[in-house]
């Protein structure tokens, strides 16, 4: 099955400078990476997605980059604000399976923006 | 309308007792999908439903777990002779369709087994 590895797995930043977080997966076949946020002891939240026909999707301060030759898939967050503070988990989706929403997901990020 | 809705929000249980969890997902969504999340993990999948019938359950961990969405919108997970490893947060999403991508999680039930 896929695996999906996720570093770092804490990163502190000064508000207002850019963060990266970076993902690897195992299986050649995924098609759907997603990215979710999850604030403490809330609902994992959907921020950005892309689809393996893309290397690249842009929403305002967040980023998302795919490179299916070398699995990896990574985040970007500009312009960085306290509310961006959270965990981030990257995913990938389960080529074999019947839907996008089976999905392996990364341990996670705890994002930490310091004002 | 509203977003996806589980209950027991927090359920405490002894060891070898049985558990339902509840999840209500947004209404007209077909697929229906049920994750595992312990402390500082990311979600496991467990199983996934379209409709009534469960498409994919090759995530549940063995057969003490069963899930039923009999009319092809509540969904009920189900877990026999709990043991202390099921402790976790169970969190249910629903998505409009298998093809369209996007989770919508409920707020998960956390369950400890004592």
């Known amino acids: 099955g896929e695996n999906v590895e996720q570093h770092p797995s804490t990163l502190s930043v000064q508000e207002g400078d850019s963060a990266v977080i970076k993902c690897t997966y195992s299986d050649s076949a995924s098609n759907y990476f997603p990215w979710y946020k999850q604030e403490l002891g809330k609902r994992p939240q959907l921020i950005i997605d892309i689809r393996s026909n893309v290397g690249e999707k842009k929403d305002q301060r967040i980023a998302v980059t795919l490179n299916k030759t070398a699995k990896h898939f990574s985040l970007h967050i500009t312009e960085t604000q306290p509310e961006d503070s959270a965990v981030y988990f990257c995913a990938a989706n389960d080529a074999g399976g019947t839907s996008y929403g089976k999905l392996t997901f990364g341990q996670g990020t705890i994002l930490t923006v310091h004002p | 309308g509203a977003g996806v809705s589980q209950t027991p929000s927090n359920k405490v249980t002894e060891k070898g007792k049985y558990v339902e969890l509840r999840c209500d997902p947004i209404s007209g969504h077909t697929a229906l999908y049920w994750y595992r999340q312990s402390l500082g993990q990311g979600p496991e999948f467990l199983i996934y439903?379209?409709?009534?019938?469960?498409?994919?359950d090759s995530g549940l961990p063995n057969d003490r777990f069963f899930a039923v969405r009999p009319e092809g919108s509540v969904s009920t997970l189900k877990i026999q002779r709990t043991e202390r490893g099921d402790s976790a947060v169970y969190l249910c999403?629903?998505?409009?369709?298998?093809?369209?991508?996007?989770?919508?999680f409920g707020e998960g039930s956390r369950l400890t087994v004592l």
């Open positions: 999403a629903s998505s409009p369709s298998p093809s369209s991508g996007e989770l919508f």
């Open positions: 439903f379209q409709g009534t019938g469960a498409a994919d």
